[in-house]
């Protein structure tokens, strides 16, 4: 049975609600035929194809389940890590929503990346107007750290640890953690998460900055000193949300791609959407299936890159739409869960 299953500090217990319990996927809702699905396409061109997912979607919508056990051979869960959720009050941890998507993810023989550890937003009250001091902030992020990794460990294969700590212009973002520790939170989170699961892949993420500039040079600087120091990081998660098609520069993605391969970091497409506007019919979808295959031919063609997930992969379920009216089709199917021409694409850049 699964519930809500929230946990002291020390792992005891408080509340639990039992409700449903998940189980395998349709048969029937795989590929047609002789067709094979997007999982086994990645599977053979050595890359995970993954999607972000929703815990209640897998409860209430059977053809949610069916699409993404069928399809995808990765899971990142949508909010169910990041500390608002799991987190939510001072030595509480509430692991229900996460541990319902793990378990999806083992029974269907999917791999998880687990985010987010740390990151400025969607986090709880407790934390951000606790007017902690430095000493209190370390160990407050530590123990987190320590409990949600290790909750995890040996079923999480990638985190990403630190989550869009630059904003646009290349500066840190001034949070919680860098004004009540210092820059060193980051180099921090990395040992920490190292320390609770050693054999995790440990990732830095962000957005906007695929194209180069003063962003992506901050992060390069940024992760070429994490590893002079002998951090554990081993790699940078391009999320690529792509809000305007005609900015999607395929030659740009793949040069930054080899940049960060040449200080011996793994490269990851961890994100993905391509914004439209409805009805995106017709030649719209055409250019949206372009970008997702040109992004996951720069992730083929990089010297390591390995995990290419959209945030996402039926327009029913979409940030985009929820947080950007009217903004939408941004993902592989439509909200109906038929393919639309991104699929197509994806499927021809994993051939």
């Known amino acids: 049975m699964r519930g809500k299953r929230f946990v002291t500090r020390a792992g005891r217990p408080v509340a639990a609600v039992a409700v449903l319990t998940i189980g395998l996927v349709s048969p029937a809702l795989a590929a047609p035929v002789g067709q094979p699905t997007l999982r086994q396409l990645g599977d053979g061109a050595g890359i995970s194809i993954g999607s ?13 389940a069916g699409l993404l056990g069928a399809q995808y051979g990765m899971a990142t869960p949508e909010n169910e890590m990041k500390w608002a959720t799991v987190h939510p009050w001072p030595y509480v941890y509430n692991y229900g929503p996460a541990d319902d998507i793990v378990s999806f993810a083992v029974a269907h023989h999917m791999q998880v990346r687990g985010h987010t550890l740390v990151w400025y937003q969607q986090n709880p009250t407790w934390l951000t107007n606790g007017a902690f001091n430095r000493s209190q902030l370390i160990a407050i992020l530590k123990s987190h750290i320590l409990n949600v990794v290790g909750h995890y460990r040996g079923k999480v294969s990638q985190w990403d640890v630190v989550n869009e700590a630059f904003d646009d212009h290349g500066h840190l973002r001034h949070d919680v953690w860098l004004d009540g520790i210092g820059p060193d939170y980051i180099a921090m989170a990395f040992r920490w998460a190292h320390q609770a699961d050693p054999g995790a892949k440990l990732y830095y993420n962000d957005f906007g900055f695929e194209e180069g500039g003063a962003k992506a040079d901050a992060i390069y600087s940024m992760v070429a000193g994490l590893r002079a120091q002998g951090v554990p990081i081993d790699g940078v998660g391009f999320q690529m949300h792509i809000s305007d098609p005609d900015d999607f520069n395929s030659a740009r993605l793949a040069g930054e791609m080899a940049r960060f391969n040449r200080l011996g970091l793994a490269v990851a497409v961890t994100e993905m959407d391509v914004w439209l506007r409805p009805p995106g019919a017709g030649p719209m979808l055409d250019e949206e299936a372009g970008i997702f295959r040109g992004a996951l031919a720069d992730c083929r063609s990089a010297a390591d890159c390995h995990t290419f997930v959209t945030w996402g992969f039926t327009d029913r379920y979409s940030w985009v739409s929820e947080t950007s009216p009217p903004d939408g089709w941004a ?19 994993l051939r």
Do not use: H, M
């Open 331 to 349: 993902l592989p199917f439509d909200s109906n869960y038929a393919p639309k021409p991104a699929v197509g694409a994806i499927e021809a850049a």
């Open 52 to 64: 972000a997912v929703r815990d209640y979607a897998i409860q209430q919508d059977s053809r949610y």
